[in-house]
């Protein structure tokens, strides 16, 4: 084969020849880096989707002789961030030596375990079912990947004689079938039936290319997506408008996402009936473009093609019977609980359909795609890099669909093919060996004072343990330095002024439009004067009242409706302090705001009980390390009233405990996550004292 070096019209090429040089000789890494490449092109491939692999020859541990090795991307990996530990590697022989005991289409399943007697390295990642698929290929270095100019195609009325035409005879065809061993044995036959091509379409499924350098396999994949692309180019709109037209106008941006954020908490209460679910929101011109045309009501019926979006999709999206400018009320829920049933009614109906003797038992039937004409698409999911992905996989099935439109007709898999790879016994033990959850996991917290020492810390605690965080603080620019340690997958922030109702509001919309909803809501914000009676004036008193007690209760308010529309209940966390209960000197101001958040959270947690929502106190004392509230004159004033310098302060807090010991911020967040965690779920208007034992400040 000879791949001349070309620019792609279509797609790009990311290949950088100084990191290649750097490889020379290793073919390993020559992989894993032509994997990478491949993979952070949502045009080339989608997250988790297809698989890479290259020949070597390496020196058998037992006999000392040269030996053939595959390796592999193994199974449940992505190649975008492929390392080396996510590969097998297999001998080539053993591998060729399993057609010896192949029993036919029935027993499928049992090869995949087979594959484990043919591992050469022993640190090998599971191998994948598409491992012969490699294996059968005589090629040095193969991709196997799913993109959507490739898939249009394959998913195509016309794909067969699409490929046959535009590829001049250079691509095989070979129709839909579901991966495994016998799929193998049909690309092997389709190459020795089509010499000297270049690579294969597999029908609904994707493209497998090869060359005989890592540089050459990668050009030889971006030669035939190009080629494609370009000739899905060259017919949108050319016999009729892409998707029919569209039949719907999209409201402005910023009226988008003011509609999503009003009903993520609606959606994401009926998406959480079995299990509580993250949510994403995108209003991108592709989906846009879908859900405003005259073709989505045939078209997302139909489900997706590729077997790698449906299993992350489900086979077919909810679609909102809502106008862009629905008035999102609390009558909105009772709307939207009929769509939700049908849709539960149709999916037990397809499990029932089709389900065989062995299939595993029907999953959360709810969607995890909802659509949204004018405004965009939402979707669910267990955490917020799944629910992403989700998003991200429908788009490449929305690409799909308007690609084979424009050049045929698209055509979804039968129910029964796509039933056979959703419930297939080998996803479902890949399902089996996820890590198990944390107790945090598939819950969003929203915090305030988020950037502060405390703050951090129960931002870190509650991540630790699975759950989303929002951070809100008054200071902008120490929200971007927090933000700096999480990905977009974890965390989001906005700038927040517990004083001004409007910046609550803004937040908590954004925490929805982030995530779906908010679970947990923490009082963290606030500030810190130590004066006598005398000296306090009335600016600071209200400054104190309305950060500490008005802004807690406006918070909690925002929270516990957001909380009320998702419909599972939640939990808010104030923190307050050992001076709300203990009468220090020179502290009427701090102390008696303090008093009041303690007050009010027994008020609300009483309040509030009946919707299973529980609010709890958290006490801390002294805590300086990293603490906002000692900056300034606060630590002045605390140590002039005991009469010590300020750096005495910390043995001074710890020598008056009955634990003598010093309060870390990382104390507080423990104490936070004991409410929330699972350990004391029924258990509200508590408080517990963080403060080393301190016999005054004793609740009862």
């Not at 009325?157 to 016998?182: V, Y």
């Not at 039936?193 to 597999?202: C, W």
């Not at 965690?677 to 004292?689: D, H, M, Q």
């Amino acid at each position: 084969m000879n791949i001349i070096e070309k620019s792609f019209s279509h797609i790009e090429d990311r290949w950088n020849k100084e990191e290649e040089d750097k490889l020379k000789g290793q073919e390993v890494g020559l992989l894993l880096y032509r994997s990478n490449t491949l993979g952070s092109d949502l045009k080339i491939t989608n997250y988790g989707g297809g698989n890479t692999s290259c020949k070597t020859i390496e020196t058998d541990p037992l006999t000392k002789e040269q030996t053939e090795v595959m390796w592999v991307k193994g199974s449940g990996g992505d190649i975008g961030t492929l390392k080396r530990e996510g590969l097998a590697g297999l001998y080539m022989d053993r591998l060729q030596n399993l057609k010896n005991v192949y029993r036919g289409l029935e027993h499928e399943d049992e090869m995949v375990g087979l594959f484990y007697h043919c591992l050469y390295d022993l640190d090998s990642k599971a191998p994948s079912i598409d491992t012969a698929l490699h294996a059968f290929l005589p090629f040095k270095h193969i991709d196997h990947l799913h993109p959507d100019a490739i898939i249009a195609i394959a998913a195509s009325a016309d794909g067969e004689k699409i490929t046959k035409e535009l590829f001049e005879g250079k691509l095989s065809w070979i129709p839909w079938q579901r991966p495994g061993f016998d799929l193998a044995l049909q690309l092997e036959k389709s190459l020795k039936d089509n010499p000297g091509i270049e690579g294969i379409i597999l029908g609904g499924h994707g493209l497998f290319t090869w060359g005989d350098t890592a540089h050459e396999c990668y050009l030889n994949s971006l030669d035939k997506i190009n080629k494609a692309a370009a000739y899905l180019e060259e017919n949108y709109g050319k016999e009729r408008p892409v998707f029919g037209g569209q039949v719907i106008t999209s409201l402005p941006e910023d009226q988008r996402k003011e509609q999503a954020a009003k009903l993520a908490p609606f959606l994401r209460g009926l998406c959480s009936g079995e299990n509580k679910m993250i949510g994403h929101f995108t209003d991108d011109d592709r989906v846009l473009e879908f859900i405003n045309s005259a073709d989505l009501d045939r078209l997302a019926p139909m489900g997706t093609s590729c077997p790698d979006h449906f299993l992350r999709t489900k086979i077919r999206p909810l679609v909102l019977p809502l106008t862009p400018d629905e008035i999102i009320d609390a009558s909105i829920r009772e709307k939207l609980k009929a769509s939700f049933s049908e849709y539960r009614d149709y999916y037990a109906k397809y499990y029932t359909d089709h389900k065989r003797d062995n299939s595993p038992a029907i999953r959360d039937s709810n969607p995890v795609i909802i659509l949204w004409p004018g405004v965009g698409l939402f979707s669910f999911a267990k955490n917020k890099q799944t629910a992403r992905v989700a998003s991200e996989f429908y788009i490449n099935a929305i690409n799909v669909m308007k690609g084979a439109e424009a050049v045929s007709s698209y055509v979804s898999l039968p129910l029964q093919e796509a039933f056979d790879i959703e419930y297939w016994l080998l996803e479902e033990a890949k399902l089996q060996r996820m890590p198990a959850e944390k107790p945090l996991s598939r819950r969003v917290l929203l915090i305030t004072g988020g950037s502060g020492g405390i703050g951090k810390s129960i931002a870190e605690v509650f991540s630790a343990q699975g759950a989303c965080v929002f951070f809100t603080d008054i200071d902008e620019n120490a929200l971007e330095a927090v933000m700096a340690g999480y990905s977009a997958d974890h965390a989001g922030c906005m700038a927040m002024d517990v004083t001004d109702q409007s910046n609550i509001d803004a937040a908590f919309k954004k925490a929805c439009l982030t995530f779906g909803g908010v679970d947990i809501v923490v009082n963290c914000a606030g500030l810190a004067i130590s004066k006598p009676m005398t000296d306090t004036n009335e600016k600071e008193w209200d400054l104190l009242q309305d950060v500490i007690v008005k802004g807690q209760f406006n918070v909690s308010k925002a929270g516990a409706d957001i909380m009320r529309i998702q419909g599972f209940g939640g939990d808010i966390v104030n923190i307050a302090s050992k001076n709300g209960l203990v009468s220090g000197p020179n502290n009427v101001g701090y102390g008696t705001a303090k008093g009041a958040q303690i007050h009010m959270s027994r008020l609300l947690a009483a309040e509030l009980g009946p919707e299973k929502i529980k609010v709890n106190v958290v006490n801390p004392d002294a805590v300086i390390t990293g603490s906002k509230i000692w900056e300034g004159k606060w630590a002045e004033g605390r140590a002039k009233a005991y009469g010590i310098t300020p750096e005495e302060l910390p043995e001074h807090y710890a020598k008056r405990t009955l634990l003598n010991e010093i309060i870390e911020a990382e104390d507080i967040a423990n104490a936070a996550f004991a409410f929330v965690g699972g350990l004391l779920s029924k258990s509200t208007g508590n408080i517990l004292n963080v403060d080393g034992g301190i016999a005054a400040a004793f609740p009862r």
